[in-house]
């Protein structure tokens, strides 16, 4: 794939998760959060573009979001590593674990210090928050874009 396509995916896939974290706000941050956009995590699955993609996306979600500089770095770190781990996964079952784990361990252990609130509570809601948007939204939006992805991902 040549260089100004991949671009221009990540740019694409970037503005999307930005757009659906902040127009979803409420739902977007916080200790019972589903984040929508999370759904677009299964996307490495199909294009090494959506790893610079998916961390864009997040940082300026991110920016927006109340909590400010640990989110920034912390959140978007998280969102990076689920993304380029979830690009390395074969068996398409396992794509959307990683985002559940990065978030749930990084963004559950950041939100204990800043709510005060227990840790494992933490870990735990953000955990459910994720497998509900990695695995109820994003697991059949794979299933989509692989039945569909010869006119998707050309």
Not at 7 to 22: D, E, G, M, R
Not at 72 to 94: D, F, H, Q
């Amino acid at each position: 794939m040549n260089k100004t396509k991949l671009v221009t995916q990540a740019a694409i896939i970037a503005a999307v998760y930005a757009a659906l974290t902040i127009a979803l706000m409420p739902y977007s941050y916080g200790v019972m959060q589903v984040r929508v956009s999370e759904a677009l995590t299964v996307l490495p699955f199909f294009t090494s573009a959506a790893v610079p993609g998916l961390f864009i996306g997040c940082i300026i979600a991110n920016i927006v979001g109340g909590y400010g500089i640990w989110d920034i770095v912390l959140g978007s770190t998280a969102t990076l590593i689920a993304a380029y781990t979830s690009y390395k996964l074969k068996r398409k079952i396992w794509v959307p674990l990683p985002p559940v784990i990065a978030n749930a361990l990084i963004i559950g252990t950041m939100l204990h210090y800043f709510l005060d609130l227990p840790l494992l509570y933490c870990i735990g809601w953000v955990g459910l928050g994720e497998l509900i948007a990695c695995y109820g939204l994003g697991y059949p939006l794979l299933r989509f874009l692989e039945k569909n992805k010869n006119r998707i991902f050309k």
